[in-house]
T-cell receptor, first 113, second 117 residues
């Protein structure tokens, strides 16, 4: 059974650009959550998608957006990149509300210069 | 709002010894789940163990066990017989389904463990 796949693994972008990250969940998992990890703020929840609908959203500016496709794959987009957006972006895959597990991908390390 | 506190920023442990990582949590909701993850330097978050608030027994998974003390709101992770490969960051996390209406996890600040040979 394949795990959670995030692409790309590494990205370098310039301030002002936009970026799209991809997450393919475990087969059969319909929930995908995104997290930002930085040394200063730790792990922070961005948003969750379930069956193509955003179900929950963290406290991030509107520059951060996402979507989920019918095959449960999810993308997150960050527009007008800032230096502070440099972080490890992790996605987690889960089955349902009663799920007792949440599996993460290896993350995408974004560097904004 | 829920909160997770990990008071040990870093610790050393001798190979083959046991280590306890502290985690305290705060929520007013009676239904919640507690998770522990390991994050090696590669960055991937590896799921270790889960404890539900209504579970009667402490969770165990191989060398990992969770010391769940509900009244004290603590969920400490015990790693027995430490191995060099256990060197990593360890995160405690909580999910409160009713409040979050989903799978949102709230994480603690993490504890870095270094296993010495």
């Amino acid at each position: 059974k394949a795990g959670v796949t995030q692409t790309p693994r590494y990205l370098i972008k310039t301030r002002g650009q936009q970026v799209t990250l991809s997450c393919s969940p475990i087969s059969g998992h319909r929930s995908v959550s995104w997290y930002q990890q930085t040394p200063g703020q730790g792990l922070q929840f961005l948003f969750e998608y379930f069956s193509e609908t955003q179900r929950n959203k963290g406290n991030f500016p509107g520059r951060f957006s996402g979507r989920q496709f019918s095959n449960s794959r999810s993308e997150m987009n960050v527009s007008t990149l800032e230096l502070g957006d440099s972080a490890l972006y992790l996605c987690a895959s889960s089955t349902s509300d009663k799920n007792t597990e949440a599996f993460f991908g290896q993350g995408t390390r974004l560097t904004v210069v | 709002a829920q909160k997770i506190t990990q008071t040990q920023p870093g610790m050393f442990v001798q190979e083959k010894e046991a280590v306890t990582l502290d985690c305290t949590y705060d929520t007013s909701d009676p239904s919640y789940g507690l998770f522990w993850y390991k994050q090696p330097s590669s960055g991937e978050m590896i799921f270790l163990i889960y404890q539900g608030s209504y579970d009667q027994q402490n969770a165990t998974e191989g060398r990992y066990s969770l010391n769940f003390q509900k009244a004290r709101k603590s969920a400490n992770l015990v790693i027995s017989a430490s191995q060099l490969g256990d060197s990593a960051m360890y995160f405690c996390a909580m999910r409160v389904p009713r409040q979050a209406a989903g799978n949102k996890l709230t994480f603690g600040g993490g504890t870095r463990v270094l296993v010495k040979p």
